[in-house]
């Protein structure tokens, strides 16, 4: 089992119960870090195999995994 982080989007009529979807993605098996209210996302982590049983979430819209990047060290040949 591997744990992934995840951005997840809140749909526009569920954004004044942002919290409420929280608790839901929690009870799914997703570990809240961060709710920005604001802009309708929620910011955690679950093992991998539970991801798809985040989108059964009332009020979940998304769910995508964090993308990362790494830039090349600044004297690299490569910029």
């Known amino acids: 089992m ?7 989007s809140v749909k526009d009529e569920h954004l004044d119960r ?3 979807v929280a608790q839901g993605l929690e009870s799914a098996g997703m570990k809240i870090e961060q709710v920005m209210d604001k802009l309708g996302v929620i910011i ?3 093992e991998s195999e539970k991801v798809e049983d985040l989108y059964q979430v009332e009020g979940a819209s ?7 990047y790494q830039l090349a060290p600044p004297d690299s040949d490569i910029q």
């Open 2 to 8: 591997s744990k992934v982080r995840l951005l997840v």
């Open 44 to 46: 955690g982590s679950c």
């Open 62 to 68: 998304n769910v995508e995994r964090e993308r990362e």
């Open 18 to 20: 942002i919290l409420e």
